[in-house]
């Protein structure tokens, strides 16, 4: 869970490496460091913290080269330090590589490495990787992709690599399984990077590596790609969508608030070319393509893991209510181990951000392997999720670089909703008359998030007041407590302020032993619903002094004078009332923790892209 970020042409290096650092900074890290190959010297400069501490260690350090690699590291194997930063050396300091990933056999390979006099200075499975790769270079007498290729084969685990060579300034040999890497294309020059946020400045050409595959970049010469079998690969150009505008905070204080503030924009996106509000129609490709697949499901199994497993919950709600299909919500965590029942005429629905959730993909390849049929929900195009699924749909959310998902999670609950609207139609179980009304409302929604967005000075103000809190719960009902559960996660992530999500009948089964004059609890009562359930909720918290933050539907009078605050939402379906609520709370999160103090877009021991168990 770290960036990857590297350079080979005729400008110099360090200047790239650095700005690709800090546009991979939203991934979550504790240390970083740069190798730089030059005059025949290999460098290697890293620190514990930030990439301006990184800068700050190297401002008097020779910095020149037209080779290198760079690195943010997010700690698995050792503590956050200098040390265990990488770049790592190989012990004759001939070679150098970053690694994202983990090396499940690295204990059993360090121990022969030391019958054959390897020491070590790190406690990390990289540094144990590249004096492998030294090993077998040296003993076999091979180059170094080959080295790469024969070291790989005795590897177990996930990586993206890359590795320079000290005597050989012209070439990076860089391989990926289980973690993403992918290969700018340019004039002269080639760029690496975890993700394109770093290479779009400079390219919009990329090659997306795939799992098993080893690539070399040389100076003037062509891509080569082959597998660690040895298979030659054609490498596949693609065009990136996105563009450097997008990866900037455009005058925001934050990435997040900027991402919360697009939600509009990115759910007009996400429903463009696919809700016709004009013909009352919804077209899902992905959906389409696999009609009789969905049609004839037994059960739907939904597979994610964070927000995304959030969003999923609230898609069960939506496909069993307009298409009377079964639904399981998995953690990929829980899943991928607990050896489930997955038939043939199962569909097995992942939803990854990222597209690259390790524990995701995993549950994947395990339902892969049963039968099911794979539909992928994701965000980033090329991504491995949808490279290794039957179909699927993308959110077009745009770049979300924020670590706590907003605009991502809307997108998310968008798409469900559309399937599960599209396969209610198909299969005659959801009304037409109903389904008309639900797809002109959909069309109304992103108008409906620009009024709610002019709440946000007053939930700025109210939230100084919960400063104090050190924890809330969040309750609601049907649809609503997927909602409950998200915003206490926003909560959690960002303040760092212990927040539980319960349904609201739930609440006499424990969470009211907590309830006291010091207990925030945000009810989330919209009059669609649940309505009159909920308000006897309340009472039960106001007869305890708890204080109570309300979101309800405007003109709702009878919660807002039981609350101590309310936010008011746009009426709307019952199904779409998440789209709306979601904004509130994820608002309310960002001001606390604004207030506190907090870095709320790199938020401490968070990662963007979970990439390893």
């Keep these: 869970m770290c960036g990857i970020v590297g350079y080979i042409g005729k400008q110099q290096a360090y200047p790239i490496l650095i700005k690709g650092l800090q546009r991979l900074e939203y991934r979550g890290y504790d240390s970083a460091g740069i190798a730089l190959i030059n005059n025949g010297n290999l460098n290697v400069y890293k620190a514990k913290g930030k990439v301006a501490d990184l800068v700050q260690f190297a401002e008097k350090k020779d910095i020149t080269g037209n080779i290198g690699i760079a690195h943010t590291r997010w700690a698995t194997h050792g503590e956050p330090n200098q040390v265990n930063a990488h770049p790592h050396y190989s012990q004759s300091e ?173 759910l007009s996106d996400s429903m463009r070319g696919r809700v016709n509000v004009e013909e009352n129609n919804i077209t899902l490709s992905g959906f389409i393509d696999n009609k009789g697949k969905f049609l004839n499901a037994k059960r739907i199994i939904i597979t994610a893991c964070g927000t995304s497993w959030h969003a999923g919950l609230i898609g069960m709600y939506a496909i069993e209510e307009f298409a009377r299909i079964p639904v399981e919500v998995e953690y990929s965590s829980e899943f991928r181990y607990r050896k489930p029942v997955i038939n043939k005429d199962d569909i097995v629905i992942a939803i990854s951000q990222s597209g690259e959730t390790a524990d995701t993909l995993a549950a994947v390849e395990l339902a892969r392997s049963q039968g099911a049929f794979i539909f992928g929900i994701c965000n980033v195009v090329g991504a491995s999720i949808p490279r290794n699924t039957d179909s699927g749909c993308y959110t077009h959310a745009g770049p979300e670089i924020g670590v706590a998902s907003t605009k991502a999670f809307t997108a998310q609950v968008t798409v469900l909703t559309m399937l599960a609207l599209m396969i209610g139609r198909e299969k005659g179980t959801l009304h037409q008359d109903r389904y008309l009304q639900i797809v002109q409302e959909l069309g109304r929604i992103p108008e409906k998030m620009k009024m709610l967005l002019t709440q946000n000075d007053a939930i700025a103000q109210f939230a100084k007041t919960f400063t104090y809190a050190q924890n809330f719960i969040y309750l609601g ?70 204080k109570i933050i309300s979101i309800i539907t405007e003109g709702d009078v009878v919660v807002k004078n039981l609350s101590d605050y309310s936010i008011s939402i746009p009426d709307t379906e019952e199904c779409l009332v998440p789209l709306l609520a979601a904004i509130p709370l994820q608002l309310m999160a960002y001001h606390i923790a604004v207030v506190k103090g907090c870095d709320v877009d790199q938020p401490r021991n968070l990662a963007k892209s979970v990439t390893v168990e």
């Design 477 to 546: 009902r049907g649809y609503n407590f997927p909602v409950a559960l998200e915003g206490a996660l926003k909560l959690k992530e960002i303040s760092y302020i212990h927040a539980e999500g319960y349904p609201a009948a739930e609440m006499k089964h424990g969470p009211i032993a907590l309830i006291s004059h010091e207990m925030p609890v945000v009810v989330i009562a919209p009059s669609a619903g649940m309505y009159e359930k909920v308000v006897s909720n309340i009472q039960e918290i106001k007869a305890r002094k708890g």
């Design 94 to 266: 001939e070679l150098a590589i970053i690694h994202n990933g983990i090396i499940e056999n690295y204990a059993v390979l360090k121990e022969g490495l030391k019958e054959h006099g390897y020491t070590f200075n790190s406690d990390t499975d990289t540094e144990v990787l590249i004096q492998l790769i030294e090993y077998v270079k040296k003993s076999n007498q091979v180059d170094l992709a080959t080295a790469v290729q024969l070291a790989l084969n005795q590897v177990v685990g996930a990586y993206a690599i890359a590795v320079i060579e000290k005597n050989k300034p012209d070439t990076i040999v860089a391989a990926r399984k289980g973690s993403p890497l992918v290969v700018g294309v340019g004039e002269d020059e080639y760029f690496l990077a975890s993700d394109a946020t770093p290479i779009i400045e400079f390219t919009n050409k990329v090659v997306y590596v795939g799992d098993e595959e080893i690539v070399t970049l040389e100076r003037d010469k062509e891509l080569r790609i082959k597998t660690i079998s040895n298979v030659e690969k054609t490498p596949e150009i693609k065009k990136l969508e996105m563009t450097l505008n997008q990866l900037e905070k455009g005058g925001y204080p934050h990435f997040m608030i900027k991402e919360i503030f697009e939600q509009p924009k990115t």
